[in-house]
């Protein structure tokens, strides 16, 4: 009479924690496309590991923050809207100097060379790569 209710419980806790996994990079489609636009709008400065170490960061008179260090820099907490705003050129830069570029006013233009999406940065995009940038954090 015992074994049934404690077989369920087991097995609805077997699906509970499961569900309290991390993601991995590989099973999302919305992480691999960020990962795909970190790729090929942020590496070259930001490093293939978001570290800050990319290969056009030595022309630019200032080394680029290591983005795998968000959260920890934020007291445990992924700064996503302020990440959005600052990438986006919603929010006021300490240096207007500053080589990051206005990603709303430049589009992603090594995503879409060829203005795809008419031209626009879509929402949707912006998501898969704070989604990807929140997923790389040590």
Request: some cysteine.
């Amino acid at each position: 009479m015992m074994r049934p209710y404690l077989t369920a419980i087991t097995s609805l806790s077997c699906v509970l924690l499961s569900a309290c996994t991390e993601v991995s990079i590989e099973d999302s489609d919305g992480l691999r496309k960020g990962q795909l636009i970190y790729a090929k709008e942020c590496s070259a400065c930001h490093g293939a590991r978001g570290e800050g170490a990319g290969s056009a960061s030595l022309g630019l008179g200032v080394v680029p923050p290591d983005l795998t260090g968000l959260t920890q820099r934020n007291d445990g907490y992924f700064p996503r809207e302020f990440v959005s705003r600052f990438v986006t050129g919603r929010l006021e830069k300490d240096d207007p100097a500053s080589p990051m570029p206005d990603f709303s006013t430049v589009g992603l233009r090594h995503v879409y060379p060829n203005g795809g999406a008419d031209g626009e940065v879509l929402e949707t995009d912006f998501a898969n790569l704070l989604d990807y940038l929140e997923a790389i954090q040590k």
